[in-house]
């Protein structure tokens, strides 16, 4: 029963290029959520999904940074014209119903992103 | 918006100690999740307490909630040198609708044997 997957697990890219991130969730999770974590901080709220709907990008900055988790295939956070501040962990995670339903989340190991 | 609190930020003990840490939040909660993180992985669920909980325990850890002080502790008995990690509390509020869950900056834990 294959947890949470999300690759790369380390990205790298110049300024100004594409980030693409993406995220399997659990078998039979459809709410993900997209977390970004800076060195020695907590997980700072993105974006929560559930299959072709965005419920919450109260957490995403308005520019540059969109998300999306289509009725086939991944959950893929996409991040344009990348800066240096754009390095950090992100994280997804899943769960089989609403994240107010009284259970855990599940989290991938991450992807790193280093902006050259 | 809320946010827990985790204290001490970093804890160092000998193997067979107990370690305990705590968190405070702010506002009104649904339940209060711990969590562990191993360094350069993912976050693992470790427990779950609700608003409506006073205590809870898993194995080797205890969990406390106490709502009118806006506070929880997670105690781990009999520490291992397995159980060194970044431990984090999490929030998840019903009265944020749409609201992921919450975290603190975490209470990093060092067991040395």
Redesign the interface.
């Known amino acids: 029963n294959a947890g949470?997957m999300?690759n790369p697990r380390h990205l790298v890219r110049r300024r100004g290029q594409e980030a693409r991130l993406r995220c399997s969730p659990m078998k039979g999770h459809s709410h993900v959520?997209w977390?970004r974590q800076l060195p020695?901080?907590?997980?700072?709220?993105m974006v929560?999904l559930q299959k072709e709907n965005i419920?919450?990008e109260?957490g995403m900055p308005k520019e540059r940074f969109s998300a999306e988790f289509p009725k086939e295939g991944p959950s893929i956070l996409r991040i344009q014209q990348v800066v240096r501040g754009d390095s950090a962990a992100y994280?997804c995670?899943s769960s089989p119903r609403p994240?107010?339903s009284?259970?855990?989340?599940?989290?991938?190991?991450?992807t790193r992103l280093s902006i050259l | 918006s809320q946010q827990g609190e985790e204290d001490p930020q970093a804890l160092s003990i000998q193997e067979g100690e107990n370690a305990t840490m705590n968190c405070s939040y702010k506002t009104s909660i649904n339940n209060l999740q711990w969590y562990r993180q191993n360094s350069g992985r993912g976050l693992v669920h470790l427990i779950l307490i609700r608003s409506n909980e006073r205590e809870k325990h898993s194995g080797r850890l205890r969990v406390t909630l106490d709502t009118s002080k806006k506070s929880s502790s997670l105690l781990i008995t009999a520490s291992r040198a397995a159980d060194t990690a970044s431990y984090f509390c999490a929030t998840d509020s019903y009265n944020q609708a749409g609201t992921a869950l919450i975290f603190g900056k975490g209470t990093t834990l060092s067991v040395s044997s």
Do not use: C, R, T
Request: glycine share 12%; aromatic share 22%; no cysteine.
């Open positions: 949470v999300q959520y977390y020695e901080e907590g997980l700072k709220f929560y419920i919450d109260s994280f995670a994240h107010n009284n259970q855990p989340q599940h989290f991938g190991d991450g």
